[in-house]
């Protein structure tokens, strides 16, 4: 810190860019030397732990977060009530694979989030595909009574592995809902997964009303060589039991809270999700997250900023198997006469902070490239178009022309913990969790700055 | 692949900036999908571990590295010898801190690399300085018969953290060295490293001839945390043995191979070095500096491409305790009458790799910014003026204005494993490792075919 005030005693006249840079600094000083994002995610992993929707530990985490909020002497800090689905894992989650020369092979399973059990017992033969195509263009009845096993895997040449998992999670999401229109018995997944382990990765799917729903798991990357190795010579049996299930739907909330702004009305909203699977503890799906948005908003806080905009964190709930505490916020917000100006959503993981994608028209991704050049110094340097958030996407509609952000995190390692028993804490790097939560507070000031000087209004 | 192929036969006409990111493409594709890193790192690590110049396991590694780069019928594939020091840790390292009321704590030491052994047990009374100007500036014969304390840790506000990390370095270069002069009778350090935990980390350390030579060894940083807690209410004892010794001289290799270019006197080296600590395997610092840049020249051998300059990529030995290989080899590339156009080197981890330092005039600096550009798709966007690497660095003297790169790679979780027990295969990601690789060979690409039509020649 002293080397910088020397600085500002030397130029009486700093043009805004210094002014800026100096107070990013400062930012960037207080969460590196007395950051409380690392010590907030052990707090949340290890006093709750995994929390999907509807559990206790769900309820125990929005406890968390609004009585975290108000420590730190926000305004308004507050809870959004809305209506989510809530299932359960249950108790029974195993599986087998067998041959008629007798090979037996146990399996590691996770039901997929919203999959229907399979009452007792199911068994069938296994058939293997790359995908829903393969499997649509199949002669009629081939996959009816079978377990249909998708196998397509992450194609490691892309750069940034979102796009990988984005190119295999028609799978998951849709694998079901598909299979079971042809007749299929149940399906079971790949897991969506960049390595070779043995822990399978559970995530979201749907089905549709009309439709049959068939129970769907994923498995194991390993268990998934082994069982495609085993269709190259021999027929192969599926025994599998599952006891999840679908529970009424429960009445749960977004957490929030803000620093209220000059022009109280115009509120630019910031977070990430406070559920997470049933797994592991959700550290980086999306403790990380959380860990970020409160941190900055404590951040600005503690350095006494006075934004022009309401500064809203939103621990939002639910994202992971509904979205409906983002489309409730979004409604919300809007009948309430707000105008939501921006959005940032950090919900890619504590590791690495590299910069913001935008999701926008040109003109806004020229604006925050512009806007972004400060941040070069403190090895920020990816401000391109992509996407946002899940949480903070529903404003899109609501507030057409919404400048919408979302944090670009080192991805390399993600897919190795999502969605699965190791999304634990000790993943999570201290210094990486504390320059995200710095990342996300100087793009909200640069945003609160600057927006309406730009292009971007 | 298939995607970028198709793209070429729609374009008969590319520039020459198309053809290179086609290639580069080419250069991830190989490195993501069928790369040998990861695989040649795991070998390094538990075939042989750590490996100091001396040691039975650096003759090893020599032998592995030259089969190795034989097998993949590279050029030119040979040892070039040197002299090189030879020390040893012994087998007691063990030390403990007592006051006069009898509490007492056991330290975790590790001797630091060339220090003097104790000849048995030594014991003095502990003095704690936080560098060697405050023991410099305290009255004459404060140190003199004592052990001395040097406690300055990393400072956290640095964002890269080998700016932390070159702050400290003094203490345990020198602190043993002026510490000698005053009078002292050992000194202990507390560890370069980031966070706090129980692992002390080695490092190099020098005595000048006419000097005395004290012994000098390292604590964890929580050991260092607890004598500094003791000694602000009591006086506390030091009692500690090491049986460390320096051994005579020894003869040693890099070893290299190439890829000989048109204009073959011309030499583009890179390289990283294949000595380590001699505790834990040496994983990240640096044999995944070995692993990149043994893969770099696969990659390129792999897709067939012919060179304008010879591409060497040498396995420095010695680097840790003399740098006796790089000073070496610039002097043997030297008497060979051949040019060195440029070096690179990796030796900052296996993580994720963020671009290039360029250790340089303005002019080279901007060189390689605008010929990097084509990088940024591939997620490497850091080309700023900085330090290239100690190995390749005495070539600096003897072939002016050589174009000098070190990769930049994500520093964050560096200086938890550096110099320690832990610094071991687990903690490298395959991926990341493999875009060390990938960019490292871009980067000697992008050189070799455009360097002498730009400023850097």
Same mark, same amino acid.
Not at 285 to 292: P, V
Not at 392 to 401: Q, R, T
Not at 429 to 455: P, T, V, W
């Given at each position: 810190m002293r080397k910088y005030t020397l600085l500002f005693l030397l130029m009486p006249a700093l043009s805004?860019?210094? &002014?800026d840079t100096l107070f990013i600094r400062k930012i960037y000083d207080e969460a590196l030397v007395n950051g409380h994002s690392y010590r907030n995610l052990r707090s949340l992993c290890k006093d709750i732990g995994a929390r999907l929707t509807g559990s206790a530990e769900a309820e125990m985490a929005i406890r968390w977060g609004e009585a975290l909020l108000r420590s730190y002497s926000l305004d308004n800090v507050q809870l959004?009530?809305?209506k989510a689905p809530h299932w359960e894992r249950g108790n029974t989650e195993s599986g087998w694979i067998s /041959?008629? %020369?007798?090979?037996?092979?146990?399996l590691r399973l996770l039901a997929l989030g919203g999959s229907v059990g399979t009452e007792g017992l199911l068994e069938g033969d296994v058939i293997e595909v790359m995908g829903i195509d393969e499997m649509q263009a199949l002669p009629p009845g081939t996959v009816k009574g079978k377990v249909v096993f998708f196998n397509r895997g992450f194609d490691q040449s892309y750069i940034r592995t979102f796009g990988a998992y984005g190119a295999c999670g028609d799978q998951r999401r849709s694998g079901a809902l598909e299979a079971g229109k042809l007749g299929a018995k149940a399906v079971i997944i790949r897991s969506l997964a960049q390595n070779h382990d043995h822990f399978p990765h559970t995530g979201g799917m749907h089905y549709e009303d009309g439709q049959p729903r068939i129970p769907a798991a994923a498995l194991s990357t390993n268990d998934a060589d082994t069982l495609a190795l085993w269709l190259q010579s021999t027929k192969v049996k599926l025994s599998m039991e599952l006891d999840c299930r679908e529970l009424p739907d429960v009445m749960t909330h977004n957490v929030m809270a803000e620093i209220v702004g000059q022009d109280p009305k115009s509120v630019i909203t910031f977070g990430g999700h406070l559920d997470s699977w049933d797994v592991g503890e959700g550290a980086h @799906? @999306?403790?990380?997250?959380?860990? $970020?948005s409160i941190e900055a908003i #404590?951040?600005?806080?503690?350095?006494g900023y006075k934004p022009r905009y309401t500064l809203r964190c939103v621990l939002f709930m639910n994202e992971e198997n509904g979205n409906n505490g983002g489309q409730s916020y979004a409604k919300w917000t809007k009948a309430r006469g707000e105008r939501q100006v921006a959005a940032i959503e950090s919900d890619r993981g504590g590791f690495l902070p590299e910069g913001f994608d935008v999701e926008g028209t040109d003109e806004q991704v020229k604006w925050v490239k512009d806007l972004a050049k400060v941040l070069y110094d403190f090895r920020l340097s990816r401000f391109e178009k992509g996407g946002s958030g899940v949480d903070? &996407?529903?404003? %899109? @509609?609501?507030?057409? =022309?919404i400048l919408m952000l979302g944090m670009d995190i080192n991805s390399q390692e993600y897919f190795d913990h999502? $969605? /699965?028993?190791? *999304? !634990?804490?000790?993943? !999570?790097? %201290? #210094?990486?969790?504390?320059?995200? &939560?710095?990342?996300?507070? &100087?793009?909200?000031?640069?945003? *609160?700055?600057?927006? =309406?000087? =730009?292009?971007?209004?």
């Open positions: 805004f860019a210094q &002014s959004q009530e809305f /041959t008629e %020369k007798g090979r037996l092979h146990q @799906d @999306d403790g990380a997250g959380i860990a $970020h #404590r951040l600005l806080k503690a350095l903070i &996407s529903p404003l %899109k @509609d609501e507030f057409p =022309g999502h $969605h /699965t028993h190791h *999304d !634990v804490f000790e993943q !999570v790097n %201290k #210094r990486e969790l504390e320059l995200g &939560s710095a990342a996300m507070a &100087s793009m909200i000031y640069l945003i *609160d700055r600057y927006l =309406g000087e =730009g292009a971007a209004d």
